[in-house]
């Protein structure tokens, strides 16, 4: 399903009675509809929508990993400005938001939860910026993001395995494609670190309501290009006997 309707009233009375207004701990410049704690604001909605098996509301969060690419991409718009970005989890489309404020041509952000996709847009809206939030699971389809895409942002999606394996292979796709792909992420269980290239990291504050802890220590990683195979019958290199 592919849906950037107008949400349910339902949909924005629990944005906006389930969360307060406030500025990211990293990330002062952008303020969201955050909430203290999860549970609560989980049974109201299931209340709410008369839902029953509901995710849980990630969208009310800014988590590590958002927050770190996010500082990444306001301090390095060199990264992002002129470019068209997708944002691919996006929760409360915290990073979506930072990269338009960096300079972003366009910014799309996607998330399988209408409740986030409510949220993305109305955090847009709050921070004076265009993001085209959009309900769909782009993972699931075997193509590469939409054409024209030349940047590929995840934050905080690699914390379940089969979840994981899906927004790798999209990565790759991406990369493969010519995009550019930025993750941020402190390190959870199905991170592919072997894969990725570290470029910064953040004390992350403000996490002991999702982590336990207040601090998290995140990195923001780039997806380099795939080393092309060397042919078998190719002369072994030397190091230092390269031409130039
Ligand atoms: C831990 S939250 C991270 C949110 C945000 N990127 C951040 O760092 O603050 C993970 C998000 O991934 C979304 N998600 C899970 N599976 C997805 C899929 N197949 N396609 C798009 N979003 C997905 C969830 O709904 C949730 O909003």
Redesign the pocket.
């Known amino acids: 399903m592919i849906s950037s309707a107008q949400p349910e009233p339902v949909t924005l009375e629990i944005i906006r009675t389930g969360t307060r207004l406030s500025s990211v701990p990293l990330v002062p410049e952008i303020r969201l509809h955050q909430a203290d704690e999860p549970m609560g604001l989980w049974q109201r909605t299931e209340l709410a929508t008369g839902r029953t098996g509901l995710?849980p509301p990630?969208?009310a969060?800014?988590?590590a990993?958002?927050q770190a690419l996010a500082r990444y991409l306001l301090d390095h718009p060199e990264a992002v400005r002129g470019r068209r970005a997708i944002d691919?989890?996006?929760?409360?489309g915290?990073?979506a938001i930072a990269a338009a404020k960096a300079g972003a041509t366009a910014v799309t952000a996607?998330?399988?939860?209408p409740l986030?996709a409510a949220a993305i847009a109305a955090n847009a809206g709050i921070n004076s910026v265009a993001v085209r939030a959009v309900c769909a699971?782009?993972?699931n389809e075997e193509s590469p993001p939409p054409p024209g895409t030349d940047l590929v942002l995840v934050?905080?999606?690699f914390?379940e395995r089969d979840?994981a394996n899906?927004v790798m292979r999209f990565l790759e796709r991406g990369r493969a494609h010519g995009a550019a792909v930025l993750v941020?992420d402190f390190g959870r269980a199905y991170l592919p670190r072997k894969r990725l290239a570290p470029l910064a990291a953040y004390d992350v504050p403000g996490l002991i309501a999702l982590e336990g802890t207040d601090i998290k220590r995140t990195t923001v990683w780039a997806l380099p290009e795939r080393q092309r195979a060397v042919p078998d019958d190719s002369p072994p290199q030397i190091p230092g006997t390269e031409d130039g």
């Open positions: 995710d990630f969208w969060f800014a988590w990993g958002g691919i989890a996006s929760g409360s915290l990073v996607y998330d399988i939860d986030a699971d782009v993972l934050a905080d999606a914390y979840l899906r941020g």
